[in-house]
């Protein structure tokens, strides 16, 4: 089992930027592949970004050159950067772990981007 904890959500002008994380406690946290989601009013839950335990990344279209991911395996977090941020990446960004036959969730947090 792994849990995990997301933070760094906030009212953020358009054109700023924003760092997220998300810190997972629990049983080897490190042999997960990592992702960020999000979620905004009316729509379904989509991926953002994606690492694997090796360090690769994916990023879906809509925030490539804006966003980055990473993760810190010493601290057990997972960091989203996001920057040039744009009213339409306003959702609840949820941290989420995938092992071959466990998938963890976190409680998300609030990003809003507006003037």
């Known amino acids: 089992q792994v849990q995990l904890v997301e933070s760094g959500g906030d009212l953020v002008q358009p054109g700023g930027s924003l760092r997220l994380s998300c810190a997972a406690s629990g049983r080897n946290p490190s042999n997960y592949a990592m992702a960020w989601f999000r979620q905004g009013p009316g729509n379904q839950r989509d991926v953002v970004a994606a690492?694997?335990?090796?360090?690769?990344?994916h990023y879906a279209d809509s925030v490539k050159g804006r966003f980055t991911i990473s993760r810190d395996s010493a601290k057990n977090t997972v960091y989203l950067q996001m920057s040039s941020l744009k009213p339409e990446d306003t959702a609840v960004y949820y941290c989420n772990a995938r092992s071959a036959r466990q998938e963890h969730w976190g409680q998300g947090t609030q990003v809003t981007v507006s003037s």
């Open positions: 690492i694997s335990s090796e360090g690769f990344t």
